[in-house]
């Protein structure tokens, strides 16, 4: 039997899918933006599921912190997996050509 995780979504991580939805809203189309937002959340809740087999982000893991991401389009989904309490925290949604230092800030 696959466990099955819950997901949190930071107060950050919130923010950064309102901002993607305020940005394509106001320079591409309410479509568009409803679209890319729901596309996002769909790959969220895939997190449900073995979200230990998603790639490390090497750029802010450390021994005891592991960093994993998702990839949706051109956007990354920056989480932490909590084995003990069987969470996912949602720290961050970056778009993918972001330059890898800024990810330290993140965290």
Not at 16 to 24: G, K, Q, S, V, W
Not at 66 to 91: G, M, P, Q, S
Request: no cysteine; aromatic share 10%; charged share 30%.
């Amino acid at each position: 039997m696959v466990d099955v995780y819950e997901i949190v979504l930071t107060h950050q991580a919130r923010e950064h899918i309102a901002d993607i939805f305020r940005y394509l809203q106001e320079n591409v189309s309410e479509d568009n933006a409803q679209h890319v937002a729901e596309g996002i959340a769909n790959e969220i809740e895939k997190l449900e599921k073995f979200p230990t087999g998603r790639p490390i982000v090497h750029e802010i893991s450390s021994e005891d912190e592991v960093y994993r991401f998702a990839l949706k389009w051109k956007y990354k989904i920056i989480f932490f997996v909590n084995e003990e309490d069987k969470t996912v925290e949602v720290i961050a949604i970056t778009h993918s050509s972001q330059h890898p230092d800024r990810l330290k800030d993140l965290v």
